[in-house]
Antibody, heavy 126, light 110 residues
Framework: QLQLQESGPGLVKPSETLSLTCTVS??????????WGWIRQPPGKGLEWIGS???????YYNPSLKSRVTISVDTSKNQFSLKLSSVTAADTAIYYC??????????????????WGQGTLVTVSS | QSALTQPASVSGSPGQSITISCTGTSSDIGTYNLVSWYQQHPGKAPKLMIY???KRPSGVSDRFSGSKSGNTASLTISGLQAEDEADYYC??????????FGGGTELTVL
């Protein structure tokens, strides 16, 4: 069964770069029907899509974060990564990685995030 | 790109039905039938409940159903059970390879 696991520092200083990695188990990150996404959730608040990446390396981002975000993929390690630069306290959140279905067949369109990793809390503080 | 609008909270008694609305615009829900719904229990990761507006993934109870009218999508839970108490989020494709979530709705089972 597909599993995703986030990893990275739990504490980042203001103005520095947040870096997280998501390791995909029991499925290939190179599957043609799936992309791979990052979503975050500030404590006590709602979900925000950050961006997604295809195994080819093609990435797309939330316009509100685009200037600070880079999402990349390493197919040899079955991992994809998030970098968010110039962080502030507003970037404190639980960061989730998820498989992002984006395909269609005769049955219809498949466009959703599933499954999700367990999430990792990143706190921005000096 | 603004967040989709959901009621902050809804409640219902066991056995009843409740509906959670998710209002967007003609740029997202109104144009694309690509709304998904997620259930999140406290301290847990979100779980997919509905995709493409009304389709249920394997393993999701048929008590959960989705629909859309105009710029508003809805999630209905029938035969409410205690285990349904959770936060629920809608998500829609918003064009140009972007996605937007709703602010979330807290469901309380009385």
């Amino acid at each position: 069964q597909l599993q995703l696991q986030e990893s990275g520092p739990g504490l980042v200083k203001p103005s520095e770069t947040l870096s997280l990695t998501c390791t995909v188990s029991d499925d290939s990150i190179s599957s043609s029907n799936y992309h791979w996404g990052w979503i975050r959730q500030p404590p006590g608040k709602g979900l925000e899509w950050i961006g997604s990446v295809y195994y080819s390396g093609s990435a797309y981002y939330n316009p509100s974060l685009k200037s600070r975000v880079t999402i990349s993929v390493d197919t040899s390690k079955n991992q994809f990564s998030l970098k968010l630069s110039s962080v502030t306290a507003a970037d404190t959140a639980i960061y989730y990685c998820a498989r992002h279905a984006r395909y269609y067949d005769r049955s219809g369109y498949y466009n959703y995030f599933d499954p999700w990793g367990q999430g990792t809390l990143v706190t921005v503080s000096s | 790109q603004s967040a989709l609008t959901q009621p902050a909270s809804v409640s219902g008694s066991p056995g009843q039905s409740i509906t959670i609305s998710c209002t967007g615009t003609s740029s997202d829900i109104g144009t694309y039938n690509l709304v998904s719904w997620y259930q999140q229990h406290p301290g847990k990761a979100p779980k997919l409940m509905i995709y493409e507006g009304s389709k249920r993934p394997s393993g999701v109870s048929d008590r959960f159903s989705g629909s859309k009218s105009g710029n508003t999508a809805s999630l209905t839970i029938s035969g409410l059970q205690a285990e349904d108490e959770a936060d629920y989020y809608c998500c829609s494709y918003a064009g140009s390879s972007t996605w937007v979530f709703g602010g979330g709705t807290e469901l309380t089972v009385l």
